[in-house]
């Protein structure tokens, strides 16, 4: 047994000191793997970053009341008479003052232009009660101020203000038929929020005709538990009987089903270029065997078995699928990592959010680049230990 891998150890240290007399063949192999890495994790990274930008911006001890089936607030309608039944509903806290802790809000879509295309997309525009900011974590003017009640002014998130133009601090904007300022710029820790413009509910109301209903209703619970209380409270009341979600789960949902069609589009290309790097592996290592044949029948001759001819030929593979899934995912790091991009959210607004690539993704991409050297490398590790010494003997 220890001479046998003692062969398999000679053997494999052959192949290895050899590639450099198949350079040009390896290289092309080696970026081919590379590139397949790079698509791979260009997407996940995209998924990634979306998925961590809206499901970060929930907790879970406040709830969201949406229209009962509605899956994303835009399609959610909420009447003030159930806006105050909720305000009286169990396991809402309340503030110093005695009031509930809940901001009813108005979901609107309007227009803005994209910096770098000057395309038009859809943008968030979020009509807030009294303490909408206040219950949202994290969140701060970093700019300006934050609007006046009872006025045409607004407050843009700071993502938001990094990909579209004409949001600037103390310019004027036109949704609708109305124009509004821009008085402030805020965060909001790197979530959701960052994507949306803010203007006073009231307004907000009466200048698109939404004056008797709001999309959605926050409340801060007196804790998680409590969110089984107002369920309940909702479903037994005919009155209500609407949809109430922990704000981690609303966000949870969001995210999955945008994150999720990203992946399903990146791993079918992935894949797909997956093919191409297995073929210029196949020819690679077929390339490696037959430079090798005469090297390889010379030692069955002396005694060395197939078993080292094929782990040392498969060995190639792997190293040279280990170098191009590296390579691509040091490139993907440099080039995509921390970019920022946006695209559709579950509302069918803009979504700002940074490509995040995490060390489980590297893993993967890796994962996929041994994948394609495993498959690549083992016909021709195949046909390294069944060659004929003779054959092989007299190849060149």
């Known amino acids: 047994m220890r001479s046998l891998w003692l062969q398999v150890a000679a053997v494999t240290a052959i192949n290895l000191k050899s590639i450099g007399q198949r350079r040009w063949l390896s290289l092309s192999t080696v970026i081919a793997i590379a590139l397949v890495v790079i698509v791979l994790l260009a997407f996940l990274a995209m998924a990634n970053g979306f998925q961590r930008t809206i499901a970060g911006s929930g907790a879970d001890d406040m709830a969201i009341v949406l229209r009962a089936g509605s899956q994303a607030e835009i399609n959610s309608t909420v009447s003030r008479d159930q806006v105050r039944l909720i305000e009286d509903g169990p396991g809402i806290a309340r503030g110093s003052d005695g009031k509930p802790l809940i901001s009813p809000e108005l979901y609107l879509v309007v227009d803005g232009i994209k910096r770098t295309t000057k395309t038009k997309a859809n943008l968030p525009l979020r009509g807030i009660g009294e303490q909408g900011s206040e219950l949202r974590k994290d969140v701060r003017i970093t700019a300006g101020r934050m609007f006046n009640r009872g006025s045409n002014e607004v407050v843009v998130g700071k993502a938001l203000l990094q990909e579209f133009e004409g949001l600037d601090l103390g310019s004027t904007v036109s949704f609708g038929a109305t124009r ?96 191409g790097a297995v073929a210029g592996a196949l020819n690679t290592m077929y390339s490696s065997v037959a430079a090798r044949a005469t090297e390889i029948a010379t030692l069955r001759a002396i005694g060395f078995g197939g078993f080292p001819a094929f782990v040392g030929t498969l060995a190639e593979s792997l190293l040279l699928a280990v170098i191009g899934g590296l390579l691509g995912a040091a490139a993907t790091y440099l080039i995509f990592d921390g970019v920022t991009a946006s695209t559709l959210g579950g509302n069918f607004t803009q979504v700002v959010f940074d490509f995040k690539l995490s060390p489980w993704l590297i893993a993967e991409g890796v994962a996929l680049a041994l994948i394609v050297g495993l498959i690549g490398g083992l016909f021709p590790a195949l046909r390294a230990a069944r060659l004929p010494i003779v054959e092989g003997l007299y190849a060149n």
Request: aromatic share 10%; charged share 20%.
């Open 180 to 275: 509004w300022n821009v008085v402030g710029v805020f965060e909001a820790g790197g979530s959701v929020f960052e994507s949306e413009i803010w203007a006073d509910l009231n307004v907000v109301q009466s200048l698109f005709n939404r004056n008797n209903i709001v999309q959605t209703v926050r409340a801060r619970l007196t804790g998680p538990a409590a969110l089984d209380e107002l369920k309940s409270y909702s479903d037994n009341d005919p009155r209500l009987k609407l949809d109430v979600k922990s704000e981690a789960a609303y966000f949870a949902e969001q995210a999955s089903q945008t994150s999720d069609l990203i992946q399903k589009l990146g791993w079918p290309l992935a894949i797909a270029m997956a093919l």
